[in-house]
């Protein structure tokens, strides 16, 4: 069965920064693996998803993710954030053997200061 | 465009008492459509997944149950409530083809007492 883990429970930076939220998946097989932005209260709002092709994929909002089968992740980065970027950030996993079943991680909180 | 819509926005309910919360996506026919269960402050859990009218998936069940009576609806329900039922529950949907984006809905927050 896949797992997938996020590392940092919170991340705090100031506006401007660059930040890198970490993800790493655990499958011995094909696996889509996307990540999701939540803003307190709300549901959650597609950011990136990666299945083949390019290691690094680009996302709403300036968002980007890399993945990388030798280290099983699939970090998310952003070169300047906004305040406006503060929220939980999920990454999740999906084998392509059954795609209706999603394994989220546990999320990233991200602060952003002005 | 598609909406979904997700009822009631939210509850507080007695243990014991039964539930049923509601789902409904616009704009879309035969979408891919899911449940799932987020803790205070937690992750979500995936709780079942439906591809058609009248057949639903169990992944956890934490006694609960799902149904599809329609193509664009899907509840989620159970007679007795526990304690640990206490969370936000988050309709999604999917297109029917491959591995899609979800969608979310705004959520349900339910508060057992």
């Known amino acids: 069965t896949q797992t997938v883990s996020q590392s940092d429970a919170h991340v705090t930076v100031f506006e401007g920064d660059s930040v890198e939220l970490r993800c790493n998946y655990s499958y011995g097989g094909s696996i889509y693996l996307s990540w999701y932005i939540q803003h307190h209260g709300h549901g959650l709002q597609f950011l990136l998803k990666y299945y083949s092709g390019n290691p690094v994929v680009q996302g709403v909002n300036g968002f980007e993710a890399e993945f990388s089968k030798s280290d099983s992740s699939f970090h998310l980065r952003k070169a300047s954030v906004h305040w406006s970027d503060s929220a939980v950030y999920f990454c999740?996993?999906?084998?392509?053997?059954?795609?209706?079943?999603?394994?989220f991680g546990t999320g990233t909180r991200l602060q952003v200061l002005p | 465009a598609q909406t979904i819509h997700q009822w009631p926005v939210a509850e507080i309910k007695a243990v014991g008492s039964p539930l049923s919360l509601g789902c409904t996506i616009k704009?879309?026919?035969?979408?891919?459509l899911y449940w799932y269960w987020q803790a205070t402050g937690g992750t979500l859990q995936q709780l079942f997944y439906?591809?058609?009218?009248?057949?639903v998936e169990s992944v956890v069940q934490l006694n609960l149950s799902a149904s599809r009576p329609k193509d664009d609806q899907f509840i989620l329900s159970t007679e007795k409530l526990l304690l640990s039922h206490s969370g936000f529950y988050l309709c999604?949907?999917?297109?029917?083809?491959?591995?899609?984006?979800?969608?979310f809905g705004p959520g349900t927050r339910l508060l057992v007492l």
């Open positions: 999604a949907w999917s297109s029917d083809w491959g591995q899609d984006t979800q969608y």
């Open positions: 439906s591809i058609t009218v009248g057949q």
């Open positions: 999740a996993v999906s084998a392509t053997s059954n795609t209706n079943k999603v394994v």
């Open positions: 704009g879309k026919s035969s979408p891919n």
